[in-house]
């Protein structure tokens, strides 16, 4: 592009004082005025908090007790006492989709907060030294280029118990490899940069230098990717839940409302069955992908508005 | 592809872990505990099946029968391994070969259009789509599309049969490529492919969009080529280069969308007998099954490089 | 410095308002491509950039005119603007005539006939600009089969003929050969050979050599001058190099911040310059024959300007050393002063360049 010469320019002189700090305020500045742009994300917060408020609130928010069996109505769709409807069982479905977001998004959270943890520091170890650790973590994620990702999933949560938190264990176990890998190449790119250099030839130890300098120049990288693994933790709970493989009654979760509803798929008239939690998973998902091309934008104004 | 064959040592040590996990979770002679003598019979059963050897022997003998061609016998239904899966590959191979087919035009057609019409509705509506397309478990597009475009068309219009089928490859009596195959086909490829068609079409969008800022786009257009051409004859061919590899590594995902799309439209393939080994606890066939998916995949990648060299004059000299 | 005679008397310099037109002509031809009040502005998050700012200049039949600035004073936005080439958001306003007729905003298939027809484009990096998945003799082919309808054996034979004429030797084999098979140099000569494919009226080379060795950059301006007599094209020379200027183009335009500096003939530009950018640019050239001992290159101080806060007045002026900071250079945007025929300086002081003091 012809018009790349005098853009540069202009980002150059903008981004001029980064100083002795990797992490200069000005730079958060500007990440917020960024991120603020991004109407999307910002509306994704709103509606992931919102989420969040909702399914942990259940306790007092929700209108009726969890789990509770009503045999004697007749299940039916959304009415004005049931905003949801009710299902088979004559059980709320509002009360049980906000107790099943609490499962799913307790594992997606977790997941993203664990996998993120030890992605980093293993990550940064890799690129940092290099050696077998660098090499494990590649042939380890290299495993899924042949292999589906289900499939091992299925297999691990079978091992491990079918309840939420060996979920959030296997995700976190098989998560972990993409950060570190993320991590992995931003450490080796800033690894080269003036500043390490200087920083290590006074004389900062390893250690030193990963924490100090390397890892704020990665932060970006690492939300993002943070938010890729709530999303795709998510979509893993209550796929294997579907087919069998995951949660069971009498917990809850957005997997297995869906499972349940498996009646809607030869009724059409219990269609609200599927939609609404099917709804609320869909949405968690958008609002966390958007959450992070908004953080992606905000870090990496370089990168294209919205590609994947 | 390197990396695909480095990754084979990781795969004999994962398959110890599958059976590993398979072994210490389930109990194959659990069947036999109801039967009259059950306990002369599981001892028997589990001297048959080398279960009272250690665990690494175990998977040692697996291996070593494996690399003589031997993949044993189910310990649900106590047929060969091979014969089983060589049954199911079939319904599963058609899946992905359609599946494959479909995603890259429908891709390819969207990334090309959104990128020459950078910013205009139709991008944005395909954006759009796209996000919702990712943001949608796979699953959950099937439960969708069975009760919108199944259930609903019979429940209003009456149908004895409905315009789509949402059970199995054919018809029963049927066989054969014909309109009763197209009608089970288009359910089970559009939920297999809706992540993928998603995805890659963003992927395709980026990567025309590259392709037209690029130097060679501009000489094209400054020898007086018309806009058309060089859309379709200069930056078309480029842009493809990069959506090869993408999807390359994206086969094995796919076979992870065939576990769910078996099992929601009742396909028995590879998907449904993964889903039945793995409940059943079966371990020599999911053993197997873990096997022949690698080799698909290090196929498919092969024949991604020859689809690279035939695009890239670059690749096809070095 | 050169000691320069102080040419022109004030009394006699015309002041010209834009656009104008040079008093003679290098021939007695009419321009074959006229240049008038051309500016190009690209919107960005940042502001508007101004990449050409009110730029007139005529491209007279056969003549070599070099284009000479450094990189982001406008010169490669002016030949895509020429050529209907630059991105849709870019904002062109101003006149670009092609023997006469207006083609500036002209419908995307009166341009299209004329790109690559009579006007012709070589660009700078000639791996990036020739397209990797077609033979080199494909592309040079297709140049000539978009505006002209050839049999296929005829098509070849002349692909083989304008590899030959621009010095690839083998030309048959060569092309049948991709474009990352081809040598640098080469890449350029194929550039060339498609380029000149239809015998074009102007040839519009964008810093066609800055990508090469000192060397093959020598024979790649060579092939250009040998086509030059051949063709009877124009040759609008687009280059940051003046050395490249030098040897090869009759006239010179100076571009800074978009803006035309000054105007001339190369020998009124490198011995007789008339602006302060000019003399800038020819004392940071570094002189073999005359090397003093301890001597350090001169350099122009300050910044290029930012395209989108371009000084006030003279764009120039932060730099100058000869700027009035108080008066007129801040103040007023300089006009173009024509000091002698043909020869245009824009500077406030011109004409008096040579008695003004100099700043440290």
């Keep these: 592009m012809t018009t790349s010469s005098p853009e540069t320019m202009a980002a150059a002189e903008l981004a001029l004082p980064p100083g002795a700090e990797p992490v200069a305020r000005s730079n958060w500045q500007l990440f917020r005025r960024r991120f603020f742009r991004h109407k999307l994300a910002v509306l994704s917060i709103i509606v992931l908090f919102f989420l969040i408020l909702v399914c942990f609130g259940a306790s007092w928010l929700a209108p009726f007790p969890k789990n509770q069996t009503n045999l004697l109505i007749t299940p039916g769709g959304p009415s004005a006492k049931h905003w949801f409807g009710t299902n088979e069982v004559g059980q709320d479905l509002l009360t049980q989709v906000m107790y099943g977001g609490q499962i799913s998004l307790k594992i997606g959270l977790a997941v993203a907060f664990f996998s993120t943890v030890v992605g980093v520091v293993v990550g940064a170890m890799a690129g940092f030294y290099g050696g077998w650790i660098d090499q494990g973590l590649s042939r380890g994620t290299d495993l899924f280029l042949i292999v589906p990702e289900l499939a091992i999933l299925g297999v691990a949560i079978q091992r491990l118990g079918r309840s939420d938190n060996s979920f959030i264990i296997v995700l976190a176990a098989l998560g972990w490899m993409y950060v570190a890998r993320v991590v992995r190449g931003q450490v080796l790119s800033i690894k080269q940069k003036e500043f390490v250099e200087a920083a290590r030839a006074s004389g900062a130890s390893g250690t030193r230098i990963v924490v100090r300098h390397i890892l704020p120049n990665c932060i970006g990288p690492i939300m993002v990717n943070a938010t890729l693994a709530i999303a795709a933790a998510v979509i893993a709970e209550s796929t294997l839940t579907y087919l069998g493989l995951g949660l069971q009654p009498p917990a809850t979760s957005w997997g297995i409302l869906l499972n349940q509803a498996e009646s809607a798929v030869t009724e059409t008239s219990k269609f609200y069955l599927v939609f609404f939690p099917g709804a609320f998973l869909v949405l968690t998902v958008l609002a966390v992908n958007f959450l992070g091309d908004g953080l992606r934008d905000a870090f990496d104004p370089q990168s294209e508005h919205g590609s994947k | ?318 | 410095m050169t000691q320069i005679d102080p040419t022109g008397d004030p009394e006699t310099n015309r002041i010209l308002e834009p656009p104008f037109v040079p008093a003679v002509a290098p021939s007695d031809a009419p321009p074959v491509l006229s240049v008038r009040g051309l500016s190009v502005e690209f919107p960005t998050d940042d502001g508007v950039v101004r990449a050409v700012d009110d730029l007139s200049f005529d491209v007279f039949p056969n003549e070599t005119l070099g284009i000479v600035g450094e990189s982001g004073s406008g010169k490669s936005v002016t030949s895509l603007a020429i050529l209907g080439l630059l991105p849709k958001q870019a904002r062109v306003r101003g006149e670009v005539r092609f023997r006469g007729d207006n083609i500036l905003g002209a419908k995307e298939n009166t341009l299209r006939e004329l790109r690559g027809d009579r006007i012709a484009m070589i660009f700078q990096d000639a791996l990036a600009a020739l397209n990797p998945v077609f033979t080199v003799g494909n592309q040079i082919a297709e140049s000539i089969a978009v505006h002209h309808d050839l049999p296929k054996r005829e098509l070849e034979a002349r692909v083989v003929e304008l590899l030959d004429m621009v010095g690839i030797s083998q030309p048959a084999q060569r092309a049948k050969q991709y474009p990352h098979e081809f040598s640098g140099g080469m890449r350029q000569r194929a550039m060339i050979a498609m380029s000149i494919a239809n015998d074009p009226d102007v040839l519009i080379a964008d810093e066609p050599t800055t990508a090469l060795d000192v060397t093959i950059q020598a024979q790649v301006l060579d092939v250009l001058e040998r086509i030059q007599t051949r063709t009877r094209s124009a040759i609008m020379l687009i280059t940051h190099d003046l050395g490249v200027v030098a040897g090869v183009a009759a006239r010179v335009i100076v571009m800074y911040a978009g803006r035309q500096a000054e105007l001339g003939t190369v020998d009124e530009i490198f011995y007789e310059p008339k602006h302060p950018y000019t003399r800038g640019l020819l004392a940071s050239l570094p002189r073999v024959d005359r090397r003093v001992v301890n001597e350090r290159l001169h350099r122009i101080e300050g910044q290029p300007p930012s395209l989108i806060f371009v000084p006030s007045g003279c764009a120039f002026h932060p730099r100058c050393p000869y700027a009035d900071l108080q008066g007129l250079c801040v103040s007023e945007r300089p006009p173009s002063v024509e000091l002698s025929v043909g020869h245009c300086s824009d500077c406030h002081f011109a004409a008096t360049l040579d008695e003004r003091p100099v700043r440290p």
């Design chain 2, 1 to 318: 592809m390197r990396r695909i064959v480095y990754s084979v040592p990781v795969l004999v040590i994962a398959s110890f872990f599958v059976f590993w996990g398979i072994r210490t979770t389930y109990d194959p002679t659990a069947k036999f505990r109801a039967s009259r003598d059950s306990a002369r019979i599981i001892a028997a059963k589990r001297k048959e099946l080398g279960l009272d050897k250690t665990i690494i022997a175990q998977w040692w003998t697996w291996f070593t029968h494996f690399l003589q061609g031997n993949l044993g016998v189910s310990d649900r239904t106590n047929d060969r391994v091979w014969g089983m899966l060589t049954h199911a590959m079939w319904p599963s191979l058609q899946l992905m070969f359609w599946g494959t087919m479909f995603a890259l035009v429908i891709a390819i057609a969207v990334g090309v259009y959104s990128a020459v019409k950078q910013y205009s509705i139709g991008d944005y509506a395909f954006t759009g789509i796209s996000y919702i397309g990712i943001a949608m478990p796979t699953f959950l597009f099937g439960l969708l599309a069975i009760s919108l475009l199944v259930t609903l068309p019979v429940t209003k219009f009456h149908l004895t049969h409905p315009y789509l089928y949402s059970v199995g490859l054919h018809s029963s009596g049927k066989s054969g490529f014909n309109i009763d195959y197209l009608r089970h086909l288009v359910l089970p490829v559009l939920t297999l492919t809706v992540q993928s068609v998603a995805v890659w079409s963003r992927f395709q969008r980026a990567s025309m969009l590259d392709v037209l800022h690029a130097d060679y786009v501009r000489t094209a257009r400054a020898k007086g080529v018309p806009r058309r051409k060089v859309i379709f004859r200069h930056a078309f061919r480029n842009a493809l280069i990069p959506l090869v590899t993408v999807v390359a590594l994206d086969s094995a995902f796919l076979i992870g969308g065939l576990v769910i799309t078996e099992q929601i439209f009742s396909i028995s393939g590879m998907g449904q007998l993964f889903l039945f080994s793995l409940t059943g606890g079966d371990a020599p066939v999911l053993l197997g099954w873990f096997l022949v998916v690698a080799v698909f995949v290090i196929v498919f990648n092969l024949l991604a490089d020859l689809m690279y060299g035939v695009l890239d004059p670059r690749i096809r000299i070095s």
